[in-house]
């Protein structure tokens, strides 16, 4: 009698097989997940920079305050309880948890430097990545600025910016040097 079975190396094979296709594609879909999240933080920062636009011409000046804003995330004007406004105002974070417990999203707020104005969103929780992203006001560009030393942030901002290497990542706006590659939106 002929009994077909399979044998123990072949069962490795095919378990090795599935173990590498399943480590890429998961590697895949955290990239794919977090250009989901830059993306999502693009659009919330343009919304607030027409809303202090706005603010500009009714007011004479920008603000730090979200609530202030004539239009911005509903959780801004809804959150009673800190949850993803600080206290001040003037830190909204993406997936609440405010100042003390950040979700894995963005922490957005405004800054003046030089005479200019940037919408700034730091990504905070606890993942892998803590890349900051930095648009000025005057500017339709947003630049990606990787943590010190994180290797991931610094492969992401490469390429989100669509350089061609680290050598490339340009040097944040805020600090007045020269801005030669943006990412465009």
Not at 17 to 45: C, D, P
Request: proline share 5%; hydrophobic share 40%; net charge negative.
């Amino acid at each position: 009698m002929n009994k077909k079975a399979f044998t123990l190396i072949e069962m490795l094979v095919v378990v090795l097989i599935i173990a590498i296709l399943s480590a890429i594609g998961i590697m895949q879909y955290t990239h794919m997940v977090e250009r989901t999240r830059v993306g999502e933080a693009q659009n919330l920062i343009g919304l607030a920079i027409y809303a202090q636009e706005r603010q500009m011409m009714r007011k004479g000046r920008y603000t730090t305050v979200w609530t202030s804003l004539d239009a911005g995330p509903l959780a801004a004007y809804m959150d009673k309880k800190g949850d993803f406004i600080s206290d001040d105002g003037e830190t909204f974070f993406t997936k609440g948890g405010g100042p003390a417990t950040p979700r894995n999203g963005y922490a957005i707020h405004f800054e003046s430097a030089q005479d200019r104005w940037f919408a700034v969103a730091q990504r905070v929780g606890n993942g892998t990545y803590q890349y900051t992203l930095v648009r000025p006001f005057d500017d339709d560009v947003t630049y990606c600025i990787p943590s010190s030393g994180n290797q991931d942030d610094e492969n992401m901002c490469v390429d989100i910016m669509a350089l061609d290497s680290i050598a490339d990542l340009p040097p944040d706006p805020r600090e007045g040097g020269p801005t030669a590659f943006a990412l465009w939106f």
